[in-house]
């Protein structure tokens, strides 16, 4: 800082430091207040008489410090102890500043996600004392000379046997193999008597067998007499054929009756089938005497009361007849170009003729827009309503006047019309 002997104020103000610019001459106490300079620009930092509060960059020796407060935080240990990484990624163990080859406490050590610790090495070359937690988890392979659990050790969720059941299955397994011994023992003994049983069986079955014979010479005296019995039977069976063909024959004649007289209804509806179809029009052409009636008739043309089609799609020969639809007076009116071609309505006020739906090019009708008793009501159009020079024409406001509003659709959302004003 320059020496400010003999300066004045107005020219070294802004070198001078302040704190809490809002408030004159509080000076410092415990609340932190910004740093200033004599012009109200402030610094990276605040004061209070128990803290200093870094609200910028902190920098040791020209290096910006670029830890959070938070990662500052995490690198105690507890008890003095904190771990810090040398540029060779070894962690040191430090107490109060000082490193140490061994450290003595209960804490959790936090490390950043960003750091994977490959291994851990003790200066002896192997841990002295035992590794001792609440609980512990590997993700990978775990190789040791010998396994200690005070209880249970746990393979797939499941305990694995102790010592005292391993004695217990050796236990079984000696236990079984004795009674397997004497199993085969008595098994043997058995095997000798399915011998004697055996032969045994084989003399059984030759006194069997002679049995047998005899009864097969039994069998054949049977079979003589079953066939007697049986040719007794057929010939029985042969006069009953003989019945069946007399039922047959009276059957067939009985069939050839039936037929005729299904031949005969046959014929008949032949016949009135034949006058049914003559009633009936031609493909090619004929003349309907009555009414015509269906829910959709199409054709390629048609003559009304004349049998020429003067070169056109529809002749007719005396009038046609498109009835006048009622319209809903409404503050908006709606109009549907389906429900007919010919409308009428009497406003009750000022009204707006809605874009009307369902526009087919080549419609053409008119609406009759007549003034109720009050008279003076005006009609607004929506935009598809086409005038000439694009004016919406003004209705007549004589009470009970009668306007005519002649409309051709140009297309589904153009409307042409001229207002004819005034019929009595």
Not at 100 to 111: I, L, M, N, Q
């Amino acid at each position: 800082m320059a020496n400010l002997t003999n300066a004045k104020i107005a020219n070294t103000f802004k070198d001078l430091l302040q704190v809490n610019a809002a408030t004159s001459n509080s000076g410092i106490d415990d609340t932190v207040r910004q740093v200033q300079d004599g012009g109200g620009t402030a610094g990276p930092f605040g004061l209070s008489n128990t803290r200093l509060d870094v609200t910028g960059q902190f920098a040791l020796n020209g290096t910006v410090l670029t830890a959070t407060a938070s990662q500052l935080n995490d690198l105690v240990l507890g008890s003095g102890i904190t771990a810090l990484t040398t540029e060779d990624d070894t962690v040191l163990i430090t107490r109060g500043g000082v490193s140490v080859s061994t450290a003595t406490a209960s804490a959790t050590v936090k490390v950043n996600p960003s750091l994977s610790i490959s291994s851990v090495i003790a200066s002896t070359g192997s841990f002295l004392t035992k590794v001792s937690g609440a609980a512990a988890e590997f993700s990978g392979d775990v190789s040791a000379n010998n396994v200690y659990a005070a209880t249970n050790i746990f393979i797939g969720g499941a305990a694995i046997p102790n010592a005292a059941a391993l004695t217990s299955v050796n236990t079984v397994i000696t236990n079984l193999s004795s009674t397997m011994a004497t199993s085969i023992n008595t098994a043997n003994t058995r095997i000798t008597s399915v011998s004697d049983f055996a032969v045994a069986l084989s003399g059984t079955l030759a006194t069997s067998i002679g049995t047998a014979n005899t009864r097969i010479t039994s069998v054949s005296d049977f079979a003589v007499a079953l066939s007697s019995t049986m040719a007794t039977s057929i010939n029985t069976a042969n006069t009953r054929i003989t019945s069946v063909s007399d039922f047959a024959v009276a059957l067939s004649g009985t069939l050839a009756t039936s037929i005729g007289t299904t031949n005969t209804r046959i014929a008949q509806t032949s016949t009135d089938l034949a006058t049914s179809i003559g009633t009936r029009l031609p493909l090619a052409g004929g003349t309907l005497t009555g009414i015509l009636s269906g829910t959709d008739v199409y054709v390629s043309a048609l003559a009304v009361g004349t049998n020429s089609l003067l070169g056109k799609d529809i002749h007719i020969e005396k009038s046609a007849v498109a009835d006048v639809q009622a319209l809903t007076d409404g503050t908006n009116i709606s109009i549907d170009f389906n429900v007919g071609q010919n409308f009428t309505v009497t406003l009750a006020g000022n009204r707006t003729l809605d874009n009307p739906t369902n526009c087919v090019a080549g419609q053409v009708g008119s609406i009759f827009v007549v003034q109720d008793g009050t008279g003076s009501r005006t009609l607004a159009y929506g935009g598809n309503w086409d005038f000439t020079a694009g004016t919406a024409p003004t209705l007549s406001t004589d009470a009970d006047a009668i306007d005519r509003l002649d409309y051709i659709v140009h297309t589904s959302t153009d409307v042409q019309a001229v207002l004819t004003k005034a019929y009595s």
